[in-house]
């Protein structure tokens, strides 16, 4: 399973975002989240947090500034700093100081550069976290089922999460945001069930999200007998929303 001993990681290259510089808000080596996907990459919560702590604003910016100047110096191409690492990024209590100091690093070492969060959007609930969230160029913000019930099967969330409360948060964002939604067969979930395909495209509808991120499983996943879909099946699935104009990009 894929965890992160550093703060600033990378940069990697990424599909979606080009040459990516990671940031890990959560404990070295661990998980943390209010989700436990059935496919997330890092593995199960019962597998263990790490024995650290999550990094505050300090040591975030100390982190920050160990490394932008070295991979600017060296002429390292940077397209995106991304928040994504072990866990959900916004369970940082710093979260909103800390996309300041991204912001005024950005500027400094890599203007060019976009700012890019990978949320499950639980905590849009908090005024802070939605306004910092306003201030990146790409938040990436997770709803993969339509009910609470199919949000039970593949996030497993912790007590309290509704679909319709995030909707709600989401709607704050007048649809500029990019919406990701996983799609998998297998363990209860089928995108292609008529029920479970036409509440995600009425969340969509709703939203009207400036972008909308189809993916599949990629790597292994905790939970097994997970199938992924092919990009022709995924694409067939959204082609309703497709031909009404909606930014759909797939990755298979
Ligand atoms: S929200 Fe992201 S980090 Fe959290 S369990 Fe799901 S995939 Fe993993």
């Not at 940077?78 to 072990?86: K, L, Q």
């Not at 910092?132 to 990436?140: E, G, H, Q, R, S």
Request: aromatic share 8%.
């Amino acid at each position: 399973m894929l965890r992160f001993e550093d703060i600033v990681f990378g940069p990697v290259h990424s599909r979606r975002l080009g040459s990516s510089l990671g940031v890990n808000l959560l404990p070295p080596g661990g998980k943390l989240c209010n989700f436990d996907c059935i496919y997330c990459e890092c593995g199960w919560n019962r597998d263990g947090q790490g024995g650290g702590r999550m990094p505050d604003e300090a040591s975030v910016r100390a982190a920050m500034q160990a490394r932008f100047p070295v991979l600017a110096e060296e002429g390292i191409r940077v397209d995106s700093i991304t928040f994504s690492g072990n866990g959900e990024p916004t369970l940082n209590p710093d979260f909103a100081a800390i996309i300041d100091t991204t912001i005024e690093m950005r500027d400094r070492y890599f203007p060019d550069a976009s700012i890019s969060v990978l949320s499950n959007a639980t905590m849009t609930f908090r005024p802070d976290v939605l306004a910092a969230l306003k201030k990146v160029d790409n938040p990436i913000l997770k709803i993969d089922a339509p009910t609470d019930a199919g949000a039970r099967i593949v996030n497993r969330p912790s007590a309290g999460y509704h679909v319709a409360d995030i909707v709600r948060n989401l709607s704050a964002f007048g649809g500029d945001f990019v919406l990701q939604t996983m799609f998998l067969r297998g363990a209860g979930c089928d995108p292609a069930d008529a029920g479970w395909l036409g509440g995600w495209m009425e969340i969509v509808e709703k939203l009207h999200p400036r972008e909308v991120m189809v993916y599949t499983i990629d790597r292994e996943t905790p939970e097994k007998g997970l199938e992924k879909l092919s990009a022709e099946e995924m694409e067939r699935l959204v082609r309703p929303l497709a031909d009404k104009g909606f930014n759909i990009q797939i990755r298979g």
